[in-house]
């Protein structure tokens, strides 16, 4: 068997045990369920993840500087650098009309139970007033968006695993390094060559315990969440999960095939490990080794343009988060009544596609900016708790997208330099 069906079938293992769990045991916290998630499958879960966590930044590092400094000249990074930003941009909007349109076609939020409402912002109101607190801590003025990306101490950025300021060093370090001469940049691209196997290496030896780890983390989620909530929230759920769909089987397969010049059915099969990863872990960040990986050694994506447009796209391409954020605000103003205007809606989108960019990719990093576009449209924060108890399901589904897309804009900015991602 493959690993990647180990994975899969791994994954399917641990939902359905989840489930099934969860049905016997009814909703609710369970002690022995606790206990078990607390000590066995959590733990397992972990081991995976950090061993991807811990390779993100000498990975993208390594595979940044090389791919920029293999690129040559300036000419050429600036020119995929811009293509790349754009087709980003585009695709987040796209992706966040097509939320809007469904939320607006099928008003998942009229009619909504005001009994249930209530009881949900009450189950869910501990954690809204933790999402709501964090969100206070964001502000966007100019001097934020400089501390984004140039901290004052470039350690701390590494250590707290800051992307854009450690793109941005990787950046750098490989544009000196098309500035110097031999023998010093053969040997720093040397190590460079050596830090990249090394990591990927290690995002080898990971995936091996995948078939084991996929199903512990997804057993932990599954017998957690209740069914239950579906119920209510099922309409919503629903919408942001067709949304996620259309996204995927319509915008990207049309591009895949016309501006990527691949088969995007052939495409999607490979980049199955991609996806499952995406899915169990709900982190662009701690699937950002798979990606690259798959992308270079599946997809034949060249490392220098897989190394540049890859965590570029992890950090700031989030078309999945999008399309559910956008939907999202306007499901809970419609929950509250709150009829916007033309201007509002627009404020929506903007705010949308701006703090899609702006989201961390990580298991939630979307919940504090939601509140932000909430606030600001006028509709009460603390109706995020409507949604917090389907949130994680959701995360999975975006964070499959998110990595999606990634993996397209590469594929289309590898056919843009003359050397498409080929299957064999
Ligand atoms: N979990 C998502 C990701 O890592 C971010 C989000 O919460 O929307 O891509």
């Known amino acids: 068997m493959k690993l990647h069906s180990k994975i899969l079938l791994g994954l399917i293992v641990g939902l359905i045990a989840g489930i099934i769990t969860n049905q016997y045991l009814g909703s609710g916290a369970q002690p022995g369920l606790e206990f078990f998630i607390s000590n066995i499958t959590d733990p397992i879960g972990q081991i995976f993840l950090r061993l991807l966590f811990m390779i993100v930044v000498p990975l993208v590092f390594a595979s940044l500087a090389l791919g920029v400094a293999n690129l040559g000249d300036m000419g050429t990074l600036g020119k995929i650098g811009i293509r790349t930003l754009i087709y980003f941009l585009v695709l987040t909007v796209i992706a966040t009309f097509i939320g809007l349109f469904l939320v607006q076609v099928f008003q998942p939020g009229k009619n909504f139970d005001p009994a249930v409402q209530a009881r949900l912002m009450e189950v869910y109101g501990e954690g809204s007033s933790e999402v709501i607190g964090r969100s206070k801590e964001i502000e966007f003025t100019i001097m934020t968006f400089v501390n984004m990306i140039l901290p004052r101490n470039i350690l701390r950025a590494i250590v707290d695993m800051q992307m854009l300021p450690i793109i941005l060093l990787s950046l750098l370090f490989g544009i000196m390094l098309t ?84 088969n995007p059915w052939k495409f999607f099969k490979a980049i199955k490990p991609i996806m499952i990863t995406a899915f169990s872990t709900s982190s662009s960040n701690a699937t950002l080794p798979t990606t690259i990986r798959v992308s270079e050694e599946d997809l034949h994506i060249a490392p220098k343009i897989a190394g540049f447009v890859l965590p570029l796209g992890a950090t700031s391409n989030m078309n999945g988060t999008s399309l559910y ?32 960019i702006g989201t961390a990719g990580i298991p939630g990093g979307s919940l504090p900016l939601i509140v932000l576009v909430l606030q600001t449209v006028g509709v009460p924060a603390e109706g995020i708790g409507i949604i917090l108890g389907v949130d994680r399901i959701l995360d999975m589904g975006r964070t499959v997208v998110n990595v999606t897309g990634d993996v397209t804009a590469a594929a289309y900015i590898a056919k843009t330099q003359g050397e498409p991602a080929r299957f064999d």
């Open 325 to 356: 954020e956008g939907l999202t605000v306007l499901f809970i103003a419609q929950i509250f009544g709150v009829d916007l205007s033309l201007t509002q809606q627009a404020m929506v989108v903007v705010m949308t596609v701006l703090t899609a």
């Open 179 to 262: 500035k110097m001469k031999p023998p010093e940049v053969d040997s720093m691209k040397r190590g460079l060559t050596g830090l990249n196997e090394f990591s990927i290496r290690i995002v080898d030896m990971t995936m091996e315990i995948a078939p084991f780890a996929v199903p512990c983390l997804i057993f932990g989620v599954s017998a957690r969440f209740g069914l239950e909530i579906l119920k209510p929230l099922g309409m919503y759920v629903l919408l942001v999960f067709t949304g996620y769909v259309i996204h995927m089987a319509v915008v990207y397969s049309i591009l895949l095939r016309t501006v990527a010049g691949v």
